[in-house]
């Protein structure tokens, strides 16, 4: 089942403002993805993590591999209107089998005008 | 990263029958999956597609009602048999091109609509 614990559950910001999410578990993970889903869409993928501690970057999106392997978080700095939509993050523990993903439950940011 | 595209986009079914979605890579890749997104909720594995050999499903899924193919590196179908209401979703491909990197691309998606 869904190990990982993603929070908050959705975000109502204002543009310009700074967003931070995080994704926690209990078990250790070594690899860790953070996507973007718009509606209609399917999932695309913004930052990947391979190693403890490391951080990330993509444009206005930072994304850091926690150093206990059991956490990331995703920072989306002067957010706007184009920031809207549902954040997924995914990780790979070291005991999934090859390709499969655990996700999230997701964050929901709404960037207002 | 890979393109990836899925056929139908969108169809609505009726109770009873079945309905196959296609996708297809523009590139050879080593592993693609099946992912089902219910309405408002986070992905679920259906399955990975294995090339060459029978697809290994997730608790949950039997191969009776979600069989899958996949008869090379670029292409795979999912057939969601006997449908009813329950199955309306979004069904999810997605792709490890498996070149070192462990990064996961999916599709954009097929909505359906079970009446």
């Known amino acids: 089942g869904q190990q990982l614990n993603q929070s908050p559950q959705s975000m109502f910001i204002q543009e310009g403002e700074d967003v931070s999410m995080n994704c926690t578990s209990s078990?250790?993970?070594?690899?860790w993805l953070w996507y973007k889903q718009d509606p209609g869409e399917g999932p695309v993928l913004l930052i990947a993590l391979y190693k403890a501690g490391e951080l990330t970057s993509n444009g206005r999106l930072t994304a850091q591999f926690g150093i206990t392997r059991k956490d990331s978080f995703l920072n989306i700095s002067a957010s706007i209107p184009s920031d809207v939509g549902i954040y997924f993050c995914a990780g790979r523990t070291t005991t999934d089998s090859w390709g499969k993903l655990q996700f999230g439950a997701g964050t929901q940011v709404v960037v207002t005008p | 990263s890979a393109v990836i595209s899925q056929k139908p986009s969108r169809d609505i079914c009726q109770r009873g029958t079945s309905l196959t979605i296609q996708c297809q890579v523009d590139s050879q890749v080593t592993m693609m999956f099946w992912y089902r997104q219910q309405p408002g909720q986070s992905l679920t594995l259906i399955a990975t597609?294995?090339?060459?050999?029978?697809?290994?499903?997730e608790s949950g899924f039997v191969i009776d009602k979600f069989p899958i193919s996949r008869p090379n590196l670029t292409f795979s179908t999912l057939t969601v048999s006997n449908m009813s209401p329950e199955d309306s979703s979004i069904y999810l491909c997605?792709?490890?091109?498996?070149?070192?990197?462990?990064?996961?691309?999916f599709g954009p998606g097929t909505r359906l609509t079970v009446l």
């Open positions: 997605s792709v490890e091109p498996g070149q070192g990197a462990n990064e996961q691309f």
């Open positions: 597609a294995n090339q060459g050999s029978e697809a290994t499903y």
């Open positions: 078990s250790i993970f070594n690899t």
